[in-house]
């Protein structure tokens, strides 16, 4: 049998040290780059970060699926109708701002051709409207389908007042409520107090 020299003996020795603290070292480095608890962290990525969300609006009159729906932020009043649909054949889409962007919470009405024909049938004031415009009797006039006209004939409009409802109407798609007449510019709190029981949604 060989037998190992003094200095071969060494060498081995040495050798063996060396890879002991190698080893050493590469456990105590592997510990340290872990947690406490010796797990790795999951890093959560919320993959829906960079969207746009959505906004959630009603769609309701002559459209063949009424109902609420989510609509893409930044979309129109025309997707949240096709959403719905589409028009029915009794629709009149001129009374509808088919451009205005979707807002959450909005409501979007299509009327229906006859009412809006019988709105505008006549340029004498009818016994409906002047009903409404002194208050006395007869049904509140309905804010979503009422013609420029028929506000100009409520104490206190105005031409003016009545234009700018309209507006407001058509880039709104709608209102929700007759409070919602205080977002117009032109009708403070007095002015909504004596319209608010002669009108309707």
């Known amino acids: 049998m060989h037998r190992l020299t003094r200095s071969q003996l060494a060498v081995y ?4 040290l060396a ?6 070292r590469y456990l105590r480095d592997t510990r340290a ?6 797990r790795p962290v999951a890093v959560r990525v919320d993959a829906g970060a960079g969207s746009q969300g959505f906004a959630v609006v009603q769609v309701a009159g002559e459209v063949r699926r009424p109902g609420v729906y989510r609509v893409p932020a930044g979309q129109r009043v ?10 029915t054949a009794r629709a009149e889409l001129a009374g509808v701002n088919l451009a205005a962007k979707v807002e959450d919470g909005r409501q979007v009405i299509v009327p229906a051709q006859a009412a809006v024909a019988g709105a505008v049938a006549s340029d004498a004031p009818s016994a409906a ?25 409520l104490d206190g409009v105005g031409p003016a007042t009545a234009r700018t409802i309209i507006a407001y109407r058509r880039q709104h798609g709608g209102f929700r409520s ?8 032109g009708i403070g709190p007095k002015r909504l107090a004596a319209l608010k029981d002669l009108l309707s949604v």
């Open 129 to 153: 409207s002047a009903a409404a415009s002194s208050g006395a009797g007869g049904a509140p006039l309905n804010l979503n389908t009422a013609t420029e006209q028929q506000l100009d004939e």
């Open 13 to 16: 020795v040495a050798a063996a």
């Open 178 to 185: 007759v409070s919602e007449l205080d977002q117009v510019p």
């Open 78 to 87: 025309n997707d949240a109708v096709r959403m719905a649909g589409g028009a």
């Open 33 to 38: 780059s872990q947690p406490p608890g010796g």
């Open 19 to 24: 890879i002991a603290l190698l080893g050493a």
